[in-house]
């Protein structure tokens, strides 16, 4: 756990300071946001309708694009040995990666989204749903992503492949987090079916996404 | 048991089995494809609702069932693989994944052109139809994750990990799915707990292709493995001609 | 300025390191083989050869870090295996550009959880007092690999991998680390330094990594 906590803070602390990680996911979802609109068209009926489904898949590309970072720069400066060194189990020490790149990129997204939902003419019993499916969701992004990362951390054209090892294992997050911010937007409880599964995916993927991630680890530093 | 194991992975001994079973195999694919197709084209009849588009079907749902069995293959050679660092079980994996990306883009390919007389349109979202093309983007990852290691014995650790995860997705992707849009297609009707519910004029090509498929399969996967062994084989020698290796002396 | 109270360095144990025909690879091809070493706690070692003979997949082996191919490495005394008792400092040295010389010691001594000398006596002895505050972005190459340094300080581990420490650290400051190096050894600790030049480091035993036959 001490492991843990120091990764976090150090990680939080260089992502403040290189300023890169958190700007760079806010302002790739909100490109995304305003390139989506600008296809659909101005037409604010039309625009509602898919405002969930936009805000999902932009802040999914977002974390998408984020997602090389994840180990890369420990990778090249040598601090991945030193993880792999202190660490009694480095999956833990991968479970510290993501929930830093989570409070770094996904938290922020899960601001952001509703205040851009403003852009789609989203429905104002729309924005809780969406922050909240949001939150249960894109932690399972985070996890897989790390999964990922640490997967190409020390491969050529780690960023194509990070795309191409995501996206299957994200369509099930994108169906049930747009599943739950409609089922809520549409009156539903918060916690409907689509919501639980949601969180189930997220809690697997906590399970899953450290252990194999370590063991990736442990092999790309060979 | 476990000597009977290392006997057949040694390298050597894959050599000779190889080499013996590929004429079979081949033999076989050539003797079920032309029986399955002749069924499957002229013998069998024509759907009394699709008409002769029903035909398509003898080439897809069997592609499809080799989608889902070579990734099977492909994982439960990963695991063996991993586990005990057997370079047949690697080798196995690896030949498998461009074998099942082909059979799944034949599902896909064949499952277009059959919805477009059924359906009225090329490609429908059904779900069985968009679990195998997310499959068919698992069996990518799994090969380019492959061409982007140049140590292969790595390459073969990382790539079960990527074929295990990708594996135990399966199901969650094809819930997810299926959830996202109840299905277009009908469910399940030859594997039912009270028999087929398909007339066995039908059944007979399809077993037919899906046999002749599985021969295929075995024919090529066999011959991949052992040019992958092979050139494992040259690349050894050329490395020990040209790189010495170092040791270390006391002063 | 107020003292930062003085917790003495963690006695290093008496552990020394043992390889035996040791092979291992580098991208998948064979690069050591037929390695042998018996490594006394208290003695430095100095790895000598040319670039690509070896010598930083000799020590990442050693290190726990590059699987051996075949062979074995083990820890002879002291508590535990190689994690629990080596640290390796290589040419990538793990220090974050964007954190102060104090956050970086601060970060490496919560990883590694030893109880060692606080943030800024280890700067003290690796002469950055002046810098603690600055960013690692601001320092010079010879005052970077110092910092680099100070992380085998603050580790607690008794067997110390240096790959080149002194590469690119001017003359004053390679006495430092020399100093620090024979302090450690006189404290019990083991010390394998790779170096492609000589290096003036008082009893240490020098071996050479070359082609074999």
Known sequence: ?222 | MAAAIYEFANPQRFETVAQRVIPFAAASAVILLGFGLYFALIASPADYQQGDSVRIMYVHVPAAWMAMMCYSIMAMSSITGFIWKHPIADVAAKSTAPIGAVFTFLALVTGSLWGKPTWGAWWAWDPRLTSVLILFFLYLGYIAIWEAIDDKSRAARIAAIVCVVGFINVPIIKFSVDWWKRGLHQPASVLRADGPSIHSTMLTPLFLMALAYMAIYACLVLISMRNEFAERRLARLERGREEPVSTVRAA | MNAPPKIPPEPAAGAGLIVRGLGAGRGGRPVLAGVDLDLEPGTATILRGPNGAGKSTLLRAMAGLVRPTSGLIAVRGGNGGLRENVVYIGHADAVKAALTVRENIDFWRSMYGARTSLAPEIAERMRLMNLLDQRAATLSAGQRRRLGFCRALVSGKPIWLLDEPTSGVDAGAVETIIREIETHCQMGGLVIVATHEPMALGNARTVFIEPAR
């Open chain 1, 1 to 222: 756990m001490r492991v843990a906590r120091a990764i976090v803070a150090r990680d939080l602390t260089l992502a403040v300071r290189a300023g890169g990680g958190t700007f760079q996911a806010v302002l790739f979802l909100s490109l995304a946001v305003i390139i989506y609109a600008l296809a659909v068209g101005p037409d604010v009926g039309t625009l509602s309708l898919v405002a969930a489904p936009v805000l999902w898949a932009s802040a999914l590309l977002a974390t998408i694009v984020s997602l090389d970072r994840v180990f890369q720069a420990d990778f090249e400066d040598g601090s991945l040995d030193v993880l792999v060194e202190t660490s009694d189990t480095l999956s833990l020490s991968v479970l510290a990666k993501a929930v830093s790149h989570w409070l770094s990129t996904g938290l922020p997204l899960v601001i952001a989204a509703p205040i851009l939902g403003i852009l789609l003419g989203l429905e104002p019993e729309g924005y809780l749903p969406v922050a909240a499916s949001l939150a249960v969701g894109t932690p399972g992004l985070s996890l897989i992503g790390a999964l990922a990362a640490a997967i190409t951390v020390s491969l050529r054209r780690a960023s194509i492949l990070v795309t191409l090892l995501t996206a299957p294992l994200y369509a099930p997050v994108i169906i049930f987090g747009v599943g739950a911010a409609k089922a809520g937007a549409a009156g539903e409880a918060l916690y409907a079916p689509s919501m639980l599964i949601l969180a189930a995916i997220s809690l697997f993927a906590a399970i899953v996404a450290p252990l194999a991630g370590a063991a990736a680890i442990r092999l790309n530093l060979d």
